[in-house]
């Protein structure tokens, strides 16, 4: 996030974002088990996708709440075990059925942003 946006506009991201986390969080962890800083490290490398350990933890602990995760200890080299996240059954039929949503959700906001754009470009100022 750059200093350009306004206090408005960086609500606007912080909410868009934090909408996002849980199917990020879920593929990640569709592609392998992990630990909450690796999990948590590995999003921080998705463009754009700027969080901290502290929104990323409760979204574990309510996925696993609900089923969609199950944890397990594995001994740490540096220091005590680690609880560990797996997918679920239920938690790769949530992630199917979010991808699918994304991918509807993402077709008709895209046709209207193109919209948008195309009003904007056919009322710019000429001068």
Known sequence: MT????????RWL???RKGLLEVCTLVVLSQE???????VQRLKQVDGLTMNEGTVYPILQRLHREGC??????????????KWFQLTQAGRERLLSMIREWGRLH???QQLLHEGVDALEEKRDPS
């Open 14 to 16: 912080t909410q868009l």
């Open 3 to 10: 200093d350009t946006h306004s206090s408005d506009e960086q």
């Open 33 to 39: 088990d992990g630990y909450g800083y690796q999990i």
């Open 107 to 109: 077709r008709g906001v």
């Open 69 to 82: 995760l199950a944890t397990y200890r594995q001994p740490s080299e540096s220091g005590p075990p680690r």
